[in-house]
């Protein structure tokens, strides 16, 4: 991963916000899947994420 950014910065549970990833992934063919995982910075909350290249 390159960069992440979070809007707002902080988010309480429950709560909507917006997140951008920037990453170098390899080249994909149509219909791959892939996931990523991220945890805040206590490693306490974790957000899963599933993509099927379209």
């Keep these: ?3 992440v ?3 707002p ?3 309480a549970p429950g709560e ?3 997140l951008v990833i920037e990453a ?3 080249p994909l063919a149509r ?3 892939f996931g990523l995982e991220l945890t805040d ?3 306490q909350r974790l957000l899963s994420l599933e993509f ?3």
């Design 5 to 7: 950014r979070m809007k």
């Design 31 to 33: 219909g791959n899947h």
């Design 52 to 54: 099927t290249v379209n």
């Design 1 to 3: 991963m390159l960069s």
């Design 16 to 18: 909507a916000g917006q």
């Design 24 to 26: 170098v992934m390899p």
């Design 9 to 11: 910065e902080h988010l």
């Design 41 to 43: 910075a206590s490693g």
